[in-house]
């Protein structure tokens, strides 16, 4: 059962332009929602992440947009770069305590010069 | 943040034989977890070391496939036992950071021919 939805899972975006990855859960007992961030032979890293008490979060050209009501948050990478070119999880957990982490199925992210 | 230092980074395997992967962390932290990447695939929890207990494993994943060590509060180990092809993957160590989010180590590169 996938409980976080990722789409697109890969997305081509041209240098300066706007890249835009989506999310949905289902569980609504979820409350932190991080996105990593993975390159090619390196673990994720957290790139920004959430609570749903907050409807967007922004740190530099990464933002998040939260929809409580939706069950939907997303990532914008603003002035997107060919650094950038990566690929993105979403994920969901329950934050205190132990709680394991569901990811979605990564984004494929290439941003062209 | 957390550094985690895994090895080894990665590796070429006979069917058939084991491996085992460690992890080590430069602080004490309470619950490390073992995930498994799969070719091109998100990450799947395979276990959750506690120290002094044995490990938890996730649905799908058993004790005799897969024994987890923990023995301090800075290491564990994973063995990958009887290895067949469909056990290649990227296997990744992870501890939660207070105030950051899950960390993870840089991962291991396991095939199996």
């Known amino acids: 059962q996938q409980q976080v939805k990722q789409s697109p899972q890969s997305l081509i975006v041209q240098k300066g332009g706007i890249s835009i990855i989506n999310c949905a859960y289902e569980n609504t007992a979820f409350d932190y929602f991080p996105w990593y961030q993975q390159f090619p032979g390196k673990g994720p890293a957290l790139l920004i992440a959430i609570r749903p008490d907050v409807s967007e979060k922004k740190e530099g050209r990464f933002t998040i947009s939260f929809n409580k009501s939706a069950k939907q948050f997303s990532l914008h990478i603003m002035d997107s770069q060919p650094g950038d070119s990566a690929t993105y999880f979403c994920a969901a957990s329950i934050k205190g305590g132990y709680q394991k982490v569901t990811f979605g199925i990564g984004t494929k992210l290439q941003v062209i010069p | 943040s957390a550094v985690i230092s895994q090895k080894p980074s990665r590796d070429i395997c006979q069917r058939g034989t084991s491996l085992t992967i460690q992890c080590q962390v430069d602080?004490?932290?309470?619950?490390m977890f073992w995930y498994r990447q799969q070719p091109g695939q998100s990450l799947t929890l395979i276990a959750t070391a506690n120290q002094g207990s044995e490990a938890t494993y996730e649905s799908g994943f058993v004790i005799d496939k897969f024994p987890i060590s923990r023995p301090n509060l800075t290491f564990s180990t994973l063995t990958v036992s009887n290895m067949s092809p469909e056990d290649s993957s990227i296997y990744l160590c992870s501890v939660e950071d207070p105030g950051v989010g899950y960390t993870f180590g840089s991962g291991t590169r396991l095939t199996v021919v």
């Open positions: 602080s004490q932290v309470t619950m």
